[in-house]
């Protein structure tokens, strides 16, 4: 088992559907992240967790939801998308202290159609 | 506005030669900074990282640097490989008691020609 393991690797979905992405962490670690990454910008945080409690939003539109049932499973569920929100979304997590390294999955490439 | 930039977006070396990447911030709260690689079709893997009491910090072939009055940091990697294109991200931490978040760059691909 890799350490963060993300499903599905693909996603293709209409603005009208709903769809859910899965992230599931193997290393026994506090804080989980959801990040986008598009095309030419910088990684962006989107949700922080740690100890399943939500700790940071970063103005996330709220057709963008999360859900972190426990420590080792991190969810996003998506509804209403716009083509704009197409991009690759990377989860990670860490031990949930200051200034420690994450680590990722390799991430869901979402195309919004 | 970016507070971590790395204003070079590819960068070709030779094989066996040393790559610099560089990275610039404005932040000065910054206290930590990481570098991270990543291949196609892969997540972001850890590299090396620095904190803001040192200048340099060396792993095997690779060194960061850190210019603290500059607010720059580089990585270098001696010698270089063909296996090192990829993909190169900096990070950088605001440091604050609690905080987890790290502000990326946009990254800057490196191939390595043989």
């Known amino acids: 088992e890799t350490g963060v393991t993300q499903t599905p690797r693909h996603l293709v979905m209409g603005m009208t559907n709903k769809k859910s992405l899965k992230c599931e962490q193997h290393?026994?670690?506090?804080?989980m992240y959801w990040y986008k990454q598009s095309a030419k910008k910088p990684l962006e945080l989107m949700f922080v967790?740690?100890?399943?409690?939500?700790?940071e939003n970063n103005s996330v539109p709220s057709r963008f939801s999360p859900e972190c049932p426990n420590s080792s499973h991190l969810f996003l569920h998506l509804h209403t998308l716009q083509p704009e929100d197409s991009a690759l979304y990377l989860c990670?997590?860490?031990?949930?202290?200051?200034?420690?390294?994450?680590?990722f999955g390799s991430g869901t490439q979402l195309s919004v159609l | 506005d970016q507070q971590v930039k790395q204003n070079s977006p590819s960068l070709s070396v030779q094989e066996g030669r040393i790559s610099i990447l560089n990275c610039d911030y404005t932040?000065?709260?910054?206290?930590?900074f990481l570098w991270y690689k990543k291949y196609p079709a892969e997540g972001p893997t850890f590299l090396i990282s620095?904190?803001?009491?040192?200048d340099k910090n060396e792993d095997g072939r690779f060194t960061v640097f850190l210019n603290k009055s500059a607010k720059h940091l580089s990585l270098h990697i001696v010698p270089s490989q063909p296996g090192d294109s990829a993909v190169y991200f900096c990070?950088?931490?605001?440091?604050?008691?609690?905080?987890?978040?790290?502000?990326f760059g946009t990254g800057t691909r490196l191939k390595v020609l043989a």
């Open positions: 990670a997590s860490s031990q949930g202290h200051t200034n420690e390294k994450l680590f």
């Open positions: 290393l026994g670690h506090n804080a």
């Open positions: 967790y740690n100890f399943k409690e939500q700790t």
């Open positions: 932040n000065s709260m910054f206290d930590y």
């Open positions: 620095i904190s803001s009491i040192k």
């Open positions: 990070a950088a931490s605001p440091g604050t008691s609690g905080t987890y978040k790290y502000i």
